[in-house]
């Protein structure tokens, strides 16, 4: 297994390392063209700003890139959210790879004990509706760790649900592009299996 | 739903963890890394680890440690005890470490919560306040491991501290802390009520029912304990099932 992680200027891909090497895989991170288009399958991570990363990602042409990839390709966290169209998070054209729009989380609203909604989403929150062999042999209900102000709107490529406020999208599909907004790698075994998903029958 | 989390806490010195831990059927209790994985496999939703060196010469140990930790956890952590820059936290950050909790150099120094949110994301910053109720019956900021007072209402410091950037409060009642006697159900109450950031209540846990009343009382977000996890008084599957039966909304 040839696994690529997109190396560039949003967050962190220790941990991701980390979770693939529990899975026996050993990924290279790496923002070389060649390198990424020759993987057999690709993560796009992310923690960060999206204005920042659509930034860099548009200089380096890393963006022109992402969107010709014809092998799977896993955005994570801000990484599902770049393959959006639009992001409200510092007004970003992003990489329309899925018709959708990131919200922010309205901070304005007060959950039933009129206590304000505390952002960002932050913790273990369960998934539903779940669908795609991303998300086999996953319960419904299944707890994930999530940690982020803005959120994909549901849509037709939804394939799996979480409410925070309202029901936003954790987990998006089309063709081979997958993204999952909860951390795969820090959600014990349950995003343990989404990865090894991924990796084995994607 | 949002789950509300329980948190063990393990102190660290020269990358041991501190106080006899003796319950555990694990081959090195001392060893921050086969507890942290215990208490992972047990289902703790996240930990925390507080290093109590902290000396400049350690923070290497610090570091190597962190590693281990991400490699060997697949559950949330932060780390914290004497961060004083955006380096010493970026060190921790990429080596695997989530979250960076920051106490006295934030007060002495609130610039470094600005720069430490501008860099890494608010996600990324826990303010830890160590609060003391007076005779006044105010709750006051104190530093250096609740050693120093300060004149500062710990309400108005975390106030400006999330405005700073700050992403999430570990709120520590030092009136509490040790006594088994339950957790300071007023000030987390008004913490978690009035501000914009979870809030982690710390400090007094002694029963199960001490953490239901900490989230359906004063509706903490998140719980932290450290001595009634490590001597096996507390099992937090059992805690989870309690908190479930009392339709508080936890991860089993």
Same mark, same amino acid.
């Given at each position: 297994m040839n696994l690529a992680i997109i190396k560039y200027n949003a967050g962190n891909v220790q941990s991701v390392l980390y979770a693939l090497q529990r899975l026996g895989v050993n990924a290279k991170v790496t923002d070389n063209h060649k390198e990424i288009a020759a993987a057999d399958k690709v993560i796009f991570p992310g923690v960060g700003h999206a204005s920042s990363a659509m930034e860099y990602l548009h200089k380096t042409g890393l963006d022109e890139l992402i969107v010709s990839l014809q092998q799977p390709v896993l955005g994570i966290c801000l990484g599902l959210q770049l393959l959006c169209n639009f992001s409200e998070e510092g007004n970003t054209k992003c990489l329309g790879i899925f018709d959708v729009e990131v919200k922010k989380f309205d901070e304005s609203l007060r959950d039933k004990n009129a206590v304000p909604v505390k952002i960002p989403h932050m913790g273990w929150n369960n998934i539903y509706n779940l669908s795609s062999s991303l998300m086999q042999g996953i319960k419904e209900n299944s707890f994930m760790y999530f940690v982020h102000s803005y959120y994909a709107q549901l849509s037709p490529q939804t394939i799996a649900t979480t409410d925070y406020i309202i029901p936003f999208s954790a987990a998006i599909h089309k063709d081979n592009f997958y993204g999952v907004q909860f951390h795969t790698e820090k959600s014990a075994a349950t995003g343990e299996k989404i990865l090894s998903n991924f990796i084995n029958i994607i | 739903m949002l789950a509300k989390r329980i948190i063990p806490c393990l102190d660290i010195k020269n990358g041991r963890t501190v106080k006899g831990i003796n319950f !555990? @059927?694990?081959?090195? =209790? *001392?060893d921050p890394v086969e507890l942290a994985m215990y208490y992972s496999s047990q289902g703790a939703d996240e930990l925390v680890f507080l290093d !109590?060196? =902290? $000396?400049i010469e350690k923070r290497k140990t610090l570091v190597e440690l962190v590693k281990r930790i991400a490699a060997n956890i697949n559950i949330p952590f932060t780390v914290g005890g004497g961060i004083t820059s955006v380096e010493n936290a970026f060190e921790l950050l990429q080596n695997g470490a989530d979250k960076i909790s920051v106490n006295s150099a934030a007060f002495k120094n609130p610039e470094l919560i600005t720069s430490m949110s501008n860099e890494f994301g608010s996600q990324c910053v826990v303010l830890a306040i160590d609060t003391k109720k007076e005779s006044d019956e105010n709750w006051y900021v104190y530093l250096n491991g609740g050693r120093v007072k300060t004149s500062i209402l710990a309400f108005d410091w975390a106030k400006k501290a999330i405005g700073l950037g700050a992403g999430e409060i570990l709120l520590t009642s030092m009136n509490n802390d *040790? $006594?088994? @006697? *339950?957790? =300071?159900?007023d000030i987390t109450s008004l913490f978690s009520e009035k501000l914009s950031v979870p809030v982690i209540a710390s400090g007094g846990a002694g029963t199960m029912q001490h953490f239901a009343d900490v989230f359906s009382i004063a509706n903490a977000d998140a719980g932290l304990a450290a001595s009634v996890f490590h001597f096996g008084e507390i099992k937090i599957p059992e805690l989870k099932t309690f908190l479930l039966k009392q339709n508080i909304n936890v991860r089993l």
């Open positions: - | !555990i @059927n694990i081959r090195d =209790a *001392g !109590i060196t =902290a $000396t *040790g $006594t088994k @006697n *339950g957790f =300071a159900e």
